[in-house]
């Protein structure tokens, strides 16, 4: 079929555009992953200061702040916040 023996590869050209797409996709991993921390102690920082403005009758666990089994409206069971 190919009878000039000429092989057709992507080359230098080739490596070059894969290896910074991959650099690319890289740094966007590592900009997600940090701005996703700084996210999530931002809101843990606003529960932290949510909690702290409540009177101290709201604190002790009242009926009003309770709901599905008595767990607080605003942490899972495991303790994560929700959202």
Do not use: K, Y
């Amino acid at each position: 079929m190919n009878e000039t023996g000429v092989q057709i590869t992507a080359g230098l050209g080739g490596f070059l555009v894969l290896f910074g797409l991959c650099l690319a996709l890289w740094f966007l991993g590592r900009d997600l992953t940090r701005r996703l921390r700084r996210m999530r102690r931002a809101e843990d920082v606003r529960l932290q200061q949510e909690r702290q403005a409540r009177p101290p009758a709201a604190q002790d666990g009242s009926a009003a702040e309770r709901h599905d089994g008595g767990r607080p409206t605003e942490e899972r069971a495991d303790g994560d916040p929700i959202g």
